[in-house]
Nanobody
Framework: QVQLVESGGGLVQAGGSLRLSCAAPGRSFRTYAKGWFRQSPGKERQFVAAISWSGSTTNYADSVKGRFTISRDNAKNTVDLQMNSLKPEDAAVYYC???????????????????WGHGTQVTVSS
């Protein structure tokens, strides 16, 4: 069972920044698109950002455009999410995910992702 491991969550004041990171120990996903999703209590999991296997294409939810940046380091087998100008509504559990197959285009649909982490909590105080 492939496991993705997120880190970097925590408590931050509104307007602050956090950087999330996701690693995949023991499995190389260099040719797989990756994404970040989030879920807050009582709400469905929602797309945040995605990046192609090469890193040349990114996609963001409208709610985070201009504030969040997704990046990847294929040598380290990681994907990061830099979150700036955080708002209370950004508070959620954040999950990283990897698509089902190599060279699949970036996707904002959770059904396109086959591998998921356990999530990391982000709390934003107002």
């Amino acid at each position: 069972q492939v496991q993705l491991v997120e880190s970097g969550g925590g408590l931050v004041q509104a307007g602050g920044s956090l950087r999330l990171s996701c690693a995949a120990p023991g499995r190389s996903f260099r040719t797989y698109a990756k994404g970040w999703f989030r879920q807050s209590p009582g709400k469905e999991r929602q797309f945040v950002a995605a990046i192609s296997w090469s890193g040349s294409t990114t996609n963001y939810a409208d709610s985070v455009k201009g504030r969040f940046t997704i990046s990847r380091d294929n040598a380290k087998n990681t994907v990061d999410l830099q979150m700036n100008s955080l708002k209370p509504e950004d508070a959620a559990v954040y999950y990283c995910a990897v698509v089902q197959a190599p060279y699949v285009l970036v996707s904002s649909e959770s059904v396109s992702y086959n591998y998921w982490g356990h999530g990391t909590q982000v709390t934003v105080s107002s």
